[in-house]
């Protein structure tokens, strides 16, 4: 009987998706626009269903479940914080009994430019926190900081911004900021450590008073060292600098604690630093740490936070990267750690876009979108190597096998990620992306009082519950991306979104009055900065006064914030002048960042030929689905549902008929890893050519064995020929003798990345012989030969067990 109703329950649900894609095929009959052409009256459309599910889904929350925090969905009433179990932190860390969805959803309602609705939502804030955060509360300092500090500062901006279309002048009297201050003030006490580390909860009525062990011993990266962003453009605006001061001095301090490798843990002790996870990666408890320091350096204007930038996704690529995704690591090891990636990274390709680097966003980006075409959604996680064997098991038990974590909450980081690289490259495969999407919402996910996630991807099961940032991300990314007009893509302003989505910007003015007027007096935090860092310099002070440990400098630079350089001993000018000496020899002044983005008139009306550059011109559109196919694993319930790429309708359209998937390639590809002291220099030349006058720093090349006949990554077979004219004598020694020029080379090497980034087939890399061979002088460090290791010969290709790297050149 069991098994009866188990059965009939997927038959149900199968019937159902047949039915949601039945309808979502024709989902916009009755308009005047012919569908997937995306001319204007097809995006007003969209974003104006946006806007409705959006408007519904807050009237609801406001109508059943205000003044808590948010709305179930499906039961139709309130979710309210644990109020009778204090220690039920899954719940309680983000439902502080402050309206969170409310105060959440405000920005969203001023990027649909709807004054009127802005307006009243602003007072009804207003009204319901009279006497501020007052509240007997525990939560989570992160969370509260992104959700509710971010979003009140950001629709402050808004409010007083005359340049803005949602602009309240005199109808409003700062009571956001009134509120920020509040709020800022309740979670800034979580800063008083021994380390200056925030604990990761605090208690918003009585501190830090009474809180137990197991509340505040363990903190994620993220948590510890993001809040500085909001908290500096709280003192931004109110002159106050305890809030970048506190914060920033955190952040700085957790980058200092990552390792060799330049891989930072995901969680820590902020009262003893002890590591409690040396795993690594750019998911769940870590992702916003490179987030903020690339958007802080964009909104700040700061050099040292593109460093950590710079230096943070180097090191990634090197260590973490493989072709479709970022695997988890061991911080010390680079090993891997866990065979499986979480939801939340993939909001990566939106940072690469935003650093320029669209090539390997647009990799990062399909995985997530063969993610959604699998399971109708991203996985919490998903495992992209078997952790144990497959073989024998049904569909069903598969599934479960390769979902350590089935629950899909309505994340936004997929289609915020989707939305910068449209914005980029204007390639309407994105709009199609978020069309999909938008049928899902209105099909799949769209219940009686709001939007509900998935609680169980295996079987559709719906997940009764709409989280904050379904209403300030998820659709506001989703509309931005249908809304080419939007003023956040008009505006000069440097407008950069927080990780919950809040725009931020800093105007000229505002900048000139903070950099005059900072003030830093309020003893408490004064005397307890300067203990801090009194006692990170009598530790360094005795640790580096002759070490060339770099990983510390940035602590130095963060020393040097509180005092200034007169006041710093010999000894740490000493360091602090050695590591602004690296920095000036590695770095050109300055930054190229994408801030605006290029936008065409009447875009694809006035075409004369439809096309989609992605669909067309990108050969690797299907190898996802062979590399993974052991863990992409449908299931039942969907098995009929749409792959979005190739959607009928779409595809007619957009594709030039002549798009071709390169096959998968029958090569073998392995990774070589140099690691010698010193910094990483290299140069790119203009025709995608890297050029290495030193091999200091850590390199991962990876390396393509081809036999001839063999496909290789570039969709080529190897001819024959090209093998007979290779030489694999070392002409440096004679260890390769006995195979000579007189036996010919029964397969060749041939790089196709190097830390990271792609090569084209027809790219090389050209290496200074001399940095082959060094000695104790350079770089401080030992002495090596790398021609011990490798070889070359008298073509100059660098040779590997006597075979030729036949792109990689010694000058």
Known sequence: MVWYYTELYLVLIYFISLLDIATASDHSRGQDFAPYHFTDKELIYYRNEVKSLFYESLDNYLEIAYPFDELLPISCVAKKRNFDDPGDIITNDVLGNFTTTLIDALTTVAVFNDRDKFKELVNLVKETFPNGFAIDSTIQVFETTIRILGSLISAHLYATDPSKKVFLGDDYDGCLLDLAIDLGDRLLPAFLTNTGLPVPRINLLTGLNGLTMDLVQENNVAALGCPMFEFTMLSVLTNDAKYEIMTRYAFDKVWSLRSDLDLLPMSLNPQTLAVYTQISGIGASIDSIYEYALKGAILFDDQDLYEVWHDSYTALNINSKQDWLYANVHQYTSMLATPWIDSLSAFFPGLQVLNGDIEAATYQNLMSLKLWDTYGGIPERWNFQPDCPLQGLNNSELVDKVLPLEWYPLR?????????????????????????????????????????????????????????????????????????????????????????????????????????????????????????????????????????????????????????????????????????????????????????????????????????????????LFEIENIYNETLIKPDYLKYYDQMEINDQFYKIWSSGKAISTPSSSTFSMDIVIDLPGKLRWNMLGNGDIQLDTMYGRRKIRLEKIYPNDLDTYGNYAEETVFSRLDRNDIRSERCIEVGNNTSVPYIYRATRINGIFLSESNNIYINKKAFISDEAHEGGAKFNLFDNFGLNKDHHLLLECIPIVNIFLE
């Open 412 to 620: 936004p980081e997929f289609i915020e990620s989707t939305y910068y690289l449209f914005r980029a490259t204007n390639d309407p495969f994105y709009l199609n992306t978020g069309a999909h999407i938008l049928k899902d919402l209105k099909t799949r996910f769209k219940q009686k009082c709001g939007l509900a996630g998935i609680q169980d991807i295996r079987t559709g099961e719906p997940q009764d519950r709409m989280e904050s940032f379904v209403l300030s991300e998820t659709l506001k990314y989703l509309f931005l991306l249908f809304d080419d007009k939007n003023e956040i893509h008009k505006t000069r302003d440097n407008i950069i979104f927080s990780t919950e989505a809040q725009p931020m910007w800093i105007s000229t003015e505002l900048k000139h009055r903070y950099s005059r007027n900072r003030y830093f007096n309020e003893t408490i935090y004064v005397d307890h900065i300067r203990y801090v860092v009194d006692e990170d310099k009598r530790k360094l002070e005795k640790e580096l006064k002759n070490s060339k440990n770099s990983k510390q400098f940035d602590l130095v630079k963060g020393i040097k914030r509180i005092y200034n350089e007169e006041a710093m001993s010999p000894a740490m000018q000493q360091i602090h002048d050695r590591f602004k000496y690296q920095i000036s020899e590695y770095y050109k002044p300055g930054m190229c960042v994408i801030s605006n983005f290029t936008q065409h008139k009447d875009r694809y009306q006035n075409k004369v030929m439809l096309s989609s550059n992605l669909l067309n011109n990108f050969s690797k």
